[in-house]
Each structure stands twice: as structure tokens, then as C-alpha cells.
């Protein structure tokens, strides 16, 4: 499969969500599920969008566009197996998001995009906090799937560590708190209450 402008969404489920207690890309933060959510987001500007997604996820009727199961040898290697099943599918670039990121909105979308460099591996933000490189929401190139798969034999599938021995194009976020992750129910209220009431 072969995109005509080489970018292709990529949408992360969560995980297990065993501290949330209920899958993370089915809840609701913007007056849908948020995997609905950030589809509807990128395929504004993608070519394509899929959901990263495991096996017994795949399943789910809720899950909106394409879904890209995680290949066997990937499983349990977090967002980087997640990454690496897709190249495995799909010929491009992938901007790659994930749903336990609530305050991720249209404007930091377009600060990525816009920042875009392929001649580097990956564009991502910078955590101004920790400065360290946060893995999604970013862009990788397809340059980056052979790297990948280096680390990945070497069972080095820390992608944040990735970003930091491969040439990445780091983004100050001109909104830091699109980098806020959610993983429990209280931050789950707190972030509905604060998107009602920015």
C-alpha cells in the first residue's frame, strides 16, 4: 500500500487500562469515545488512519476505522511493537497518537505537522518538564523501520529511548499539557472537568 502524500494515522488503544478500569479509547472527553475522537482528527490530514490495536481488541465493534493487530513476535512490546506492525502493513509514514492523551487537540496537531522534517527519523515534542523527547503524538518516518528493528532485536523497546540515538526533530510544545497522559478514573474526571471549563 503505497500513500500518495506518505502520512498515514496511527491510533495506540491504551493498553490493558487496568488502573482505569475500562478501555481508555472508548471514553469520553469531546461528546464521543476518543478513538472516534482522534479519528476523526487525523483524517483530516492523513491518507489513512488505522488503530494499533491486540488481538482481542480487534474484536471490537466500538473501534471506528482499520485495525492493525499487533503481530505475534511485537506482542507486549509496548507502543513500539504497536509501530513496527504497521510498517509491517502499510508503506509510509506514520503520525502516530494515543488515546490516553485528552488535552491532545487540533493545535498541536498542526504544530507537528508543521514542524515536520523527514530527514530526520521521527518529529516529536520536547518535554519541557523532563527534556526528554515524548514518543507520540509524532511523527516517524519510514526511514526509522530498520532502526526500529534493531532495537527491537536487541529487546531495547523503550521508543522514548529510541528518540534520543536516532536524529529526531524536537518540538517545544507551545501547549505542554497536550502531553498530559491519563491512566486513572480521578485524572479521567479532572481532565472531563477542565476540557468542559478550559
Not at 492493525?68 to 504497536?82: A, S, Y
Amino acid at each position: 500500500m503505497k500513500s500518495k502524500q506518505g502520512l498515514y494515522g496511527l491510533i495506540l488503544t491504551g493498553g490493558e487500562s487496568s488502573r482505569m478500569g475500562e478501555p481508555k479509547y472508548l471514553l469520553d472527553y469531546h461528546g464521543m469515545s476518543q478513538v472516534n475522537y482522534l479519528s476523526q482528527l487525523l483524517e483530516k490530514y492523513c491518507d489513512d488512519v488505522f488503530i494499533s490495536c491486540s488481538p482481542e481488541q480487534s474484536k471490537d465493534p466500538a473501534l471506528p476505522k482499520k485495525g492493525i493487530v499487533d503481530e505475534i513476535q511485537f506482542q507486549h512490546c509496548g507502543p513500539m511493537g504497536g509501530l513496527l506492525s504497521a510498517f509491517n502493513k502499510v508503506d509510509g509514514a506514520f503520525l502516530m497518537v494515543g488515546c490516553d492523551y485528552p488535552y491532545f487537540q487540533e493545535i498541536d496537531l498542526m504544530e507537528i505537522l508543521d514542524s515536520r522534517d523527514p530527514s530526520h527519523c521521527a518529529t516529536v515534542f520536547l518535554n519541557p518538564e523532563q527534556q526528554l523527547p515524548e514518543p507520540f503524538p509524532g511523527i516517524y518516518e519510514l526511514k526509522s523501520k530498520l532502526l526500529l528493528m534493531e532495537r527491537f532485536a536487541q529487546k531495547q523497546y523503550s521508543l522514548r529511548s529510541f528518540l534520543t540515538t536516532v536524529e529526531t526533530k524536537l518540538v517545544i510544545p507551545t501547549r505542554p499539557n497536550c502531553l498530559i497522559s491519563v491512566d486513572t478514573r480521578e485524572a479521567f474526571e479532572e481532565a472531563k472537568r477542565k476540557l468542559k471549563n478550559p
